[in-house]
Structure formats: C-alpha cells, structure tokens
C-alpha cells in the first residue's frame, strides 16, 4: 500500500487525521530534527497498520511535510478499511 500524507512535527501526541478534502495528515511528537519525526512516523504507522517498523518504508519527503510511504504486506483494500476505522 502506497500513503500520500502530511507530516506535522512537534505536536502533544502522535495522531492521523483527515481533512475535508480526503487529504491524511500526521502529527507527531517529534522534533523534525536529525530524522527523528521520520522514524516517529515510520513507528506510528506500522503500529496503526500491525506491521514491523521495517515494513514502513518513506519512499520520499525526507526532508518535507509532504510525505510518500509504502506500507509492505497491506494490500490497498485493508489499508483502507483500516484507516476507515481508525478515521471514523
């Protein structure tokens, strides 16, 4: 599964949301310093998916709010239902 999403650093807890247009964003509680709101992110989201840190993988936006990430061993239907889930 492919994520398009925004990364917002610096935030009281690690949360997902979506906005009104379908757009995901994540805040984090990381600084975005040293890629420590990277691997935040990385852990959050094979937490949320039930996947190993190492299945997440930032395919780019390293250094940007704007984010693209593959999540190995969930299929796009799952990913969906989850994030329906958890967005609901």
Not at 26 to 52: D, I, S
Not at 60 to 67: D, E, I, L, R, V
Request: proline share 6%.
């Amino acid at each position: 599964m492919i994520l398009h999403l925004r990364a917002k650093p610096n935030a009281r807890q690690n949360q997902l949301l979506r906005a009104a247009d379908g757009t995901l964003t994540v805040r984090l509680k990381a600084p975005p310093q040293e890629g420590q709101a990277n691997a935040v992110l990385q852990a959050f989201l094979a937490t949320v998916f039930a996947v190993p840190k190492s299945s997440v993988l930032l395919l780019s936006g390293h250094t940007a709010p704007f984010k693209k990430l593959e999540i190995e061993g969930v299929t796009e239907e799952d990913g969906q239902r989850i994030l329906a889930g958890l967005l609901a």
